[in-house]
């Protein structure tokens, strides 16, 4: 049985490609890709024909077993559109199934957009991948307020459609936190913007390209004392409106607030509870 390579592919820049990703894929039988119109422009670019299978999102669980049976008789690589494959894009489930299975899959290092957003942050300490968050409104805000409890960056990806709604809802939550905006990274239009809290979103076009962005987790410095019930009450509406259970709207509210547990429980109790 022969081993799967995850052969990664650059994120914009065709140059940023490894000598040993040109090596493997021109020594591979089959190539596994989620667009064959861009994988065969990435090949024509470096002279490289080769059979492409069309392997994505909806088809990924349905071909897998075609897929073990090739491996018998073929060296088959798995590439993405661009990046490293089987993070936030298909591969997850055949590797999984490989692995179940003692069959090797061998990763090659390469470019990847995440690693290439936070090198250029400007932070370090840990951080979290997220990928994308869901489209809907509420589950995003929710998804959010989660990420608002843990102590590390954060790091997303979003589409042009929704980059201006996730920023918008971003800064509500995180109102002490920097945003950097990746645009087009390694592209010819690659843009880096950095926000701080005070700072208004420059007028750039936002409509276009694939986006990261790297939420720096900073708490909020809150004075309990600001806070009256009607606030707290306020808070935990918030976030009941948003389906987090009473234990999880207290936890929530006391990190976001500054307040003690037993204060907003009790509160809880007043308004909620009946």
């Known amino acids: 049985m022969n081993p799967l390579y995850i052969v990664p592919t650059p994120i914009g820049n065709l140059d940023d490609i490894t000598i040993r990703a040109l090596n493997i894929l021109k020594n591979s ?6 667009d064959t119109r861009r994988t065969t422009k990435l090949l ?13 999102k909806d088809n990924e669980l349905s ?38 299975k003692g069959i090797q899959v061998i990763p090659l290092p390469g470019p990847s957009s995440i690693t290439t957003a936070f090198s250029a942050s ?11 968050l869901p489209k809907n409104i509420k589950s995003l805000i929710k998804n959010l307020t989660n990420l608002s409890q843990i102590n590390k960056n954060i790091i997303l990806f979003e589409s042009p459609k929704r980059i201006i709604r996730l920023i918008d809802e971003s800064r509500k939550i995180f109102q002490n936190s920097n945003l950097i905006i990746f645009k087009e990274l390694t592209k010819l239009n690659e843009k880096i913007i ?38 707290i009450a306020s808070k935990l509406n918030e976030l009941l409106n948003l389906n987090f259970s009473g234990k999880d709207a207290i936890k929530i509210s006391s ?20």
Do not use: W
């Not at 701080?196 to 909020?220: A, C, F, H, V």
């Not at 547990?261 to 909620?272: E, P, V």
């Open 194 to 231: 950095y926000l701080k809290p005070e700072d208004s979103l420059p007028e750039i076009d936002l409509t276009r390209g694939e986006y990261i962005l790297i939420i720096e987790n900073n708490k909020l410095n809150n004075n309990a004392e600001d806070y009256t019930e009607k606030d």
């Open 122 to 132: 400007g932070l370090d300490g840990e951080f979290i991948f997220v990928g994308f």
């Open 44 to 56: 024509n670019h470096f002279s490289i024909k080769k059979k492409l299978i069309s392997f994505y």
């Open 29 to 34: 039988d089959l190539i596994l890709c989620e």
């Open 255 to 274: 990190n976001y607030l500054g307040i003690n547990q037993k204060k907003i429980y009790n509160i809880y109790l007043k308004n909620f509870n009946k």
């Open 63 to 100: 071909m897998i077993d075609k897929i073990l049976d090739l491996l018998e008789s073929n060296v088959i690589s798995l590439v993405s559109d661009a990046g490293t494959p089987a993070i936030s894009d298909p591969g997850s489930k055949l590797i999984k199934k490989l692995n179940s």
